[in-house]
């Protein structure tokens, strides 16, 4: 089956930088997306790691190690408008689904 | 370019009720993924289906709740004597194509309340 941990909350500045841990465990690794979801709206994808390393995207990189069961996401000039949940997700080994960690809660005060 | 379709957005039925949730995918996706949030938690996978079949149902309670996708016309979610506890927010999502590199794209949420 697939586990997967993130942080409950993260509080930042504006302007500034913050890192968002994702540690997963999967029988059979298929890839790992990264959503964020404004409260109250639908989950809106940022970004899908398959291959080792960073994928950069504006003011949103992704990084990957596939060894270490490990992912963050960064996010860079942090913005009010940042105040979200992002979600960590890996599908399940037949492929149906994504299966999602609880989110981790980003707030992104003045 | 209509995203994933889905109504009502907002529903409130009595204990023992039914709920009906339609979920129209986007333009060229025929896969459909049905998700229940519960507040303070995550996104809970519920059942995934193609045109006239369901393929996976593996995150579906046995009995009150079951879903459809017809040949014709939206995706339906339907749950039966509704109870306090399926009081949630309800995401289909849908997806080009099955595989696990296929991101889905989800609709904007029905949220259930019972009272």
């Known amino acids: 089956g697939q586990n997967i941990d993130q942080p409950t909350e993260m509080t930042a500045t504006e302007g500034a930088i913050v890192q968002i841990n994702c540690t997963y465990q999967?029988?059979?690794?298929?890839?790992l997306f990264w959503y964020q979801q404004h409260a109250g709206e639908a989950p809106t994808f940022l970004s899908y790691?398959?291959?080792?390393g960073l994928e950069e995207k504006g003011r949103f990189s992704s990084f990957l190690s596939r060894s270490k069961g490990y992912s963050y996401l960064l996010l860079k000039e942090l913005q009010m408008k940042d105040s979200a949940s992002y979600l960590c997700?890996?599908?399940?080994?037949?492929?149906?689904?994504?299966?999602f960690g609880k989110g981790t809660t980003l707030s992104v005060s003045s | 370019n209509a995203g994933v379709m889905q109504n009502p957005r907002h529903l409130v039925r009595r204990r023992g009720q039914e709920a009906r949730l339609r979920c129209s995918p986007m333009k060229g996706h025929s896969h459909v993924y049905w998700y229940r949030q519960l507040p303070e938690e995550g996104l809970k996978f519920m059942v995934y289906?193609?045109?006239?079949?369901?393929?996976?149902e593996s995150g579906m309670p046995k009995e009150r709740f079951s879903a459809e996708f017809p040949k014709e016309g939206p995706s339906i979610l339907r749950i039966q004597q509704v109870v306090r506890g399926d009081s949630a927010a309800y995401f289909c999502?849908?997806?080009?194509?099955?595989?696990?590199?296929?991101?889905?794209?989800f609709g904007e949420g029905s949220w259930l309340t019972v009272v």
């Open positions: 997700a890996v599908p399940n080994q037949a492929g149906t689904a994504l299966i």
């Open positions: 289906l193609q045109k006239e079949n369901i393929i996976d």
């Open positions: 999967t029988s059979g690794f298929n890839g």
């Open positions: 999502a849908s997806s080009p194509a099955r595989g696990s590199g296929n991101t889905i794209y």
């Open positions: 790691n398959v291959l080792d």
